[in-house]
């Protein structure tokens, strides 16, 4: 039950093979290696093998190579290097609620993460109905929403999500969120305020929500689980709306 993919520039592909707990490489000719972790659930740094996750969900890769994993049960951001040695980048195998410097941070259940050209993180923390970023360097701080599930748009953790799965980082910085259990596409703005992009109105209704991409030209791609489709939301600063792409 493979979760996340990233791509890296040599045309591989990272996968957290989530129920094997592992991060894996699928390279262009079809080869398939173990890069991180042998399967046992655990909570360990460690080499190649020698490492250990619980519950990977989500990767993202740096512009240095460096994979960024969401260790979904472990709840913990780790990091991957190219030749697979695993450290914890933030989190400390508990469940919470805490922003703080590496291991003094804590998650509830982290499920999606992407990187933008500085390093930094964004992750979707859906059991703290939160979304939060994460350093470089591994401090952790909160940016939008709180532990309490709601539907409320915003600023900062006066905004509430349910259950958020997916996020994307756009070009200006912002921050889209699948937000799951409440069906809706929401927009963190780069200084915290929350605004609901799509999904209000019956014409472009989402259902449960779970992955989010952006591409080059702002239009978003959505894996709306809940109507098994996949389907586009055009930029909000452009003419357009939702469209359906693909549906089962």
């Known amino acids: 039950e493979p979760q996340g993919v990233a791509i ?7 996968v957290a093979d989530t129920f094997n707990n592992s991060i894996r490489l699928l390279h262009p000719n079809g080869d398939v290696v173990t890069l991180a972790g042998n399967g046992e659930e655990e909570f360990r740094d460690g080499n190649g093998l020698e490492a250990r996750f619980f519950y990977p969900s989500s990767v993202s890769v740096r512009r240095d190579g460096v994979i ?9 951001i780790r990091l991957v290097t190219p030749d697979g040695n695993v450290t914890t980048l933030a989190g400390d195998g508990e469940a919470g609620s805490r922003d703080g410097n590496g291991p003094e941070a804590r998650f509830n259940n982290p499920w999606d993460v992407d990187v933008r050209d500085d390093g930094t993180a964004v992750v979707a923390d859906t059991f703290n109905n ?13 940016i939008a929403g709180d532990e309490e599930e709601g539907h409320v748009d915003g600023n900062g953790r006066d905004a509430r999500f349910r259950e958020p799965h997916g996020v994307a980082f756009r070009e ?3 921050v889209v969120v699948a937000d799951t259990i409440n ?15 799509e999904g209000d109105n019956p014409e472009d209704r989402f259902k449960h929500p ?7 030209d ?19 600063t452009y003419e357009g709306g939702v469209m359906t792409k693909a549906a089962r």
């Open 183 to 197: 069906s809706r596409i929401r927009l963190v703005s780069p200084d915290g305020y929350v605004t609901t992009l």
């Open 68 to 76: 960024v994993a969401v260790d979904s049960l472990n709840n913990s």
């Open 172 to 174: 200006d910085g912002s």
């Open 210 to 216: 779970q992955s989010i991409s952006v591409r080059d």
């Open 218 to 236: 702002g239009t978003m791609v959505v894996a709306d689980t809940g109507r098994s489709a996949i389907r586009l939301v055009v930029d909000p």
């Open 8 to 14: 890296r520039e040599d045309g591989s592909v990272v």
């Open 130 to 142: 939160s979304i939060r970023l994460v350093s470089p360097e591994g401090v952790v701080t909160t």
